[in-house]
Nanobody, 110 residues
Framework: QVQLVESGGGLVQPGGSLRLSCTAS????????MGWYRQAPGKQRELVAA??????NYGDSVKGRFTISRDTAKTTLFLQMNNLKPEDTAVYYC?????WGQGTQVTVSS
């Protein structure tokens, strides 16, 4: 089973930016879907962004603000989050090949 480790969460003011990172044991292969979900308190887990073979898919609420990418060494998956809003507050989870990371908390608050 793939081991995923997220980092980069934290507290940020509205309008600010954060970059989440996710590393995978064995790296990320482009032929498999990889990405990020999030779950806010009392809500269902929702897709934030995913990528496979260069094709990206974003949740409607984050389009134009978030960008998913992978480093050239294929070891780290990133989620660049700009213009953050309070409603982006959630635990963000990396997923890949049926595995999930432990999650990283993102809190957007003034």
């Amino acid at each position: 089973q793939v081991q995923l480790v997220e980092s980069g969460g934290g507290l940020v003011q509205p309008g600010g930016s954060l970059r989440l990172s996710c590393t995978a044991s064995g790296g990320f292969l482009r032929d498999f879907v990889m990405g990020w979900y999030r779950q806010a308190p009392g809500k269902q887990r929702e897709l934030v962004a995913a990528v496979m073979r260069g094709n990206t898919n974003y949740g409607d609420s984050v389009k134009g603000r978030f960008t998913i990418s992978r480093d050239t060494a294929k070891t780290t998956l990133f989620l660049q989050m700009n213009n953050l809003k309070p409603e982006d507050t959630a635990v963000y989870y990396c997923f890949y090949m049926g595995s999930w990371g432990q999650g990283t908390q993102v809190t957007v608050s003034s």
